[in-house]
């Protein structure tokens, strides 16, 4: 597939997830209001980590080895079959983690036993979900992008659906047994894919555990593993905070700000991680570095900025296209959020450098310190000033973030380390 088409089906598939996501959160404001949007948040970061956990994360490093061994056939089995292993094993322990303890997962994340049928469906399926990302990234890994993006778009449709149908039915808990059940309908799709692809036998896949490929994939999606579960667990940690100190609608209203602010973040991001990241990898010199960085600011930033000013002033608007009149009084924590979406995006700008140049320690302790920072001023400013502190802590968060990263930055080419 040729670079416009991938751009389209991607383009198609982002479109989908998005106006998916709106058209949902809509949906669950008329029927469950603050509260099920809260839930729906809450119960969305605990299956991120859920998911994350039942393939041991290792979903980046099966789309780089196997692309790497693509056509080294021994070495590719070795990769196929020990991270088939590991999805199987890993995927079986977290299935009887949650079929045992249901009610205590239900009681803990959503503060009320009558979900815990939901942790134990999840549980019960949670094989085949794994499989179904696993498989993904073998699909990745063999660059069978078309069917990765059709696949991409029929999982989003798929639970759009699911989501539309349960959610009038059965309300919350609809939804989320929709977020549930949609992902292992999904699979049958993905193994169809998979069945009729060239490369597949079913041999290559039931092999022995390598140990040095199992080594190989855990370093390698060390970085992924770090994002991809503590910022669901901080924000967790801090939508539990606000439910018990405030109250459950307030969370929704956090919950819903998150929902707003986190489409235009992530198109900042992606381009970091598309672009970015690579052009910065490439770069040997130091002053092409630094350049390339100020040029970098040049351009984002006042994308950005411009981006958060047009939320910031049509936030009314905004609000009640996306979720109700009950939800208005959000408007409150809107400048703080913003301000710290610009601060993090400039600051993203100077972490990529870590990722470029593979500098894994360091982005680990400075991701590990910016979480925990967050969550502590978070509890702090939201005992002292409400709702409202949430937003204080994350701009002062990412404030902190960017003058250390500015400091590491200008300290790392004066030492000449990059």
């Not at 590719?76 to 079929?99: D, E, G, M, N």
């Not at 992902?183 to 069945?195: D, Q, S």
């Not at 307030?250 to 970091?272: D, M, P």
């Amino acid at each position: 597939m040729n670079l416009l088409k991938t751009s389209f089906f991607s383009a198609v598939s982002t479109g989908i997830k998005v106006l998916a996501g709106f058209v949902t959160s809509k949906i669950i404001a008329i029927y469950a209001g603050p509260t099920g949007i809260a839930l729906i948040g809450q119960f969305q970061n605990v299956l991120a980590v859920i998911f994350e956990l039942s393939n041991g994360a290792i979903e980046s490093g099966t789309v780089k080895y196997v692309a790497e061994h693509r056509d080294n056939h021994n070495e590719r089995i070795k990769y196929l079959s020990t991270s088939f292993l590991i999805s199987i094993v890993f995927a079986a322990l977290i299935s009887a983690v949650l079929i045992f303890l249901n009610k205590n997962f239900s009681i803990y994340f959503l503060k009320d036993e009558q979900y815990s049928s939901i942790f134990l469906i999840l549980g019960l399926i949670i094989v085949l979900i794994s499989l179904n990302n696993y498989f993904n990234s073998v699909l990745n890994g063999f660059k069978e992008i078309k069917k990765l993006l059709v696949l991409q778009i029929i999982s989003n449709l798929a639970s759009f659906i699911f989501m539309i149908f349960l959610v009038i039915f059965w309300g919350v808990y609809g939804a989320l047994l929709a977020l549930v059940t949609s992902h292992a309908v999904v699979f049958i799709v993905t193994m169809y894919f998979v069945f009729s692809s060239n490369w597949f036998r079913i041999k290559n896949f039931l092999g022995c555990l390598d140990v040095e490929a199992m080594k190989k994939l855990f370093k390698f999606s060390f970085i992924t593993v770090t994002v991809a579960i503590t910022v669901p667990i901080a924000q967790i940690i801090i939508r539990n905070f606000i439910t018990d100190s405030i109250s459950s609608d307030a969370a929704g209203f956090w919950q819903g700000l998150l929902k707003i602010t986190e489409v235009y973040v992530l198109i900042i991001t992606t381009s970091l991680t598309i672009y970015y990241i690579p052009k910065l990898s490439e770069i040997k010199d130091s002053l092409a570095l630094r350049k390339e960085v100020f040029h970098g600011f040049k351009i984002i930033i006042p994308i950005i900025i411009a981006m958060a000013l047009a939320i910031y002033f049509l936030r009314d608007f905004i609000i009640l296209l996306i979720f109700t009149e009950e939800f208005l009084p959000m408007k409150a924590l809107f400048p703080y959020q913003l301000l710290g979406d610009v601060l993090k995006a400039s600051s993203w700008l100077l972490v990529s450098i870590m990722m470029a140049k593979a500098m894994i320690k360091e982005f680990f302790i400075t991701h590990v310190l910016f979480i925990i920072s967050y969550v502590s001023l978070s509890i702090l400013f939201i005992d002292r000033f409400g709702l409202v502190g949430v937003t204080f802590s994350y701009a002062l968060a990412y404030l902190l973030l960017f003058g250390f990263m500015l400091f590491a930055f200008r300290n790392l080419l004066i030492r000449g380390v990059l």
